[in-house]
């Protein structure tokens, strides 16, 4: 019997659940939408079915797919929870049977068995002609890209049946995706798997590397020859596990190490690596190679693991810790282990990206989610912000008061575009209204505030990532 959801920071406002999938034809337009987005927007991100057991953490809630089709100036809007084998059980008993605590994750009622907490919650991406929705401790769950139908697990015909990042990286000339796995091992081990897959989506290589310590690895980065992949002190220690204590934990005692990965050839005896003071960065904007020598990473660093204590214990707010821009250069001729980091700007927010053309290459812009409006109470950003890295300036809208944002996806005016010409899509939260809009901003001009919006009927909870696929 299903049970009522409980005061909870993560499940109030609009990180509270939608309790039912919806079809919305036709949206409401306002402004100009531009009739060349032809294609469809997808974003992830958790939405419980069910009232948690005991305590619930962000992370852990059921996975459910937004999807916004635009065809010649109109959207039409859909969601489906992803039917993970998790889902599929509790919905066949009605209420929650595995654990949403990262701090008791084996807690489970009986009538689960031994089904797998694969929430499918965090990203999607659509590649080889199939959509994958991903969390980074699971296998991906195949899609079906026009109705959102849960197809199943996705083991790239049966050559891999272990986790995937949440993040793949895609290289825009080849079309090669690469991704890594922080359980390379048996759970707790501290190795990382290693796995690339063509533009047709068959896996053509996996390698296994040993890392300092078995971590929460959240995000990488590919240029043009590397695979950069970051090893931050968010521990996942089984010795700790064992005596009760929590999954993942913050032990500043570890350092923050960096791989230096080549993409083609021998792995072995050719990894270099780099280390500086414990720090976090949930995700990277981008990384390319300067041509003498050196690796440039832009990555929104956080002090310590924003949600994550020492304890272990959930802040419950994102606002606990702040990110900055800021600046790595690996320099791979250098006979030290060291790199420099600079900040590069003073504002704070995350979820960035670029223009997915430019992925591993030297790129001029970069979008953000990030909060203006200090002292306002009802989501985590409210300010889509872009930063040109030629003239080292911030361009922003700040939305209305009592609006809020999300990760701004890009999308190019065209196939030949240059870099940056194109459009931001992000969701925007009315919390007076209780529902959400689908915004359009011109991703050079945000400044000059939304070009469009599609209203929708209902809200779309925080979640976290999106990407577009073009008709």
């Known amino acids: 019997m299903a049970h009522a959801f409980p005061d909870h920071p993560f499940l109030n406002g609009n990180y509270g659940p ?4 919806a079809e919305a034809p036709d949206l ?15 974003r992830n991100g958790p939405n419980p079915a069910y009232a948690p057991r005991k305590d619930y953490h962000w992370f852990l809630g059921d996975g459910m797919i937004h999807g916004f089709e635009f065809n010649d100036g109109k959207v039409n809007y859909r969601n489906k929870w992803v039917r993970t084998e998790k889902f599929k059980v509790e919905r066949q008993h ?6 949403t605590d990262f701090n008791d994750l084996g807690e489970r009622d009986q009538r689960a068995g031994n089904t797998g907490l694969n929430a499918a919650n965090t990203s999607i991406i659509y590649h080889g002609d199939k959509l994958l929705a991903l969390e980074e401790v699971n296998p991906p769950v195949e899609l079906d890209p026009d109705t959102l139908e849960t197809i199943g697990p996705w083991h790239f015909g049966g050559k ?8 793949p990286r895609v290289d825009p000339k080849t079309g090669e995706m690469v991704f890594f796995a922080y359980f390379g091992g048996f759970p707790g081990e501290p190795k990382v798997g290693l796995h690339w897959v063509n533009s047709a989506g068959a896996l053509t290589r996996s390698e296994i590397i040993d890392v300092p310590y078995c971590a929460m690895i959240h995000d990488f980065l590919i240029t043009e020859n590397y695979i950069v992949l970051p090893i931050f002190p968010a521990t996942i220690d089984m010795n700790r596990i064992s005596k009760g204590g929590a999954f993942v934990a913050w032990d500043p005692s570890h350092h923050t190490h960096v791989a230096v990965i080549p993409r083609e050839g021998n792995i072995n005896g050719n990894i270099r690596w780099f280390e500086a003071d414990p720090c976090y960065v949930y995700h990277p904007l981008n990384a390319y190679e300067t041509g003498d020598g050196k690796i440039i990473c832009d990555m929104m660093q956080y002090p310590d693991a924003a949600l ?7 802040t419950n707010a994102l606002e606990a810790t702040e990110s900055r821009l800021t600046r790595w250069t690996l320099d791979l001729n250098a006979n030290t282990g060291d790199f420099a980091q600079t900040q590069l700007s003073d504002f704070s927010g995350d979820f960035p990206r670029i223009d997915d053309r430019v992925t591993g290459l030297n790129n001029d812009h970069g979008f953000f989610a990030t909060k203006s409006l200090k002292d306002q109470e009802g989501g985590p950003f409210d300010t889509i912000l872009h930063r040109d890295f030629i003239t080292g300036t911030d361009h922003k809208w700040v939305a209305p008061a009592g609006q809020f944002v999300a990760e701004p996806v890009f999308v190019p005016d065209d196939a030949d575009a240059a870099e940056g010409d194109g459009y931001l899509l992000s969701p925007v939260f009315l919390k ?10 011109r991703a050079r001009d945000v400044a000059a505030g939304p070009i469009a919006r599609a209203k929708l009927p209902t809200r779309v909870p925080y979640g976290f990532h999106g990407n577009w696929r073009q008709f």
């Open 28 to 42: 409401e337009i306002i402004g100009d939408m531009p009739t060349n987005l032809n294609g469809m927007l997808y």
């Open 160 to 167: 891999y049946s272990g986790p995937m990042t949440a993040h």
């Open 432 to 441: 007076d209204e209780n529902r959400t809009d689908l915004v359009v901003l």
């Open 308 to 314: 994550f204590d020492e304890n272990g214990g959930n």
């Open 18 to 21: 939608v309790r039912m999938e």
């Open 94 to 99: 009605g209420e929650a049977l595995l654990s």
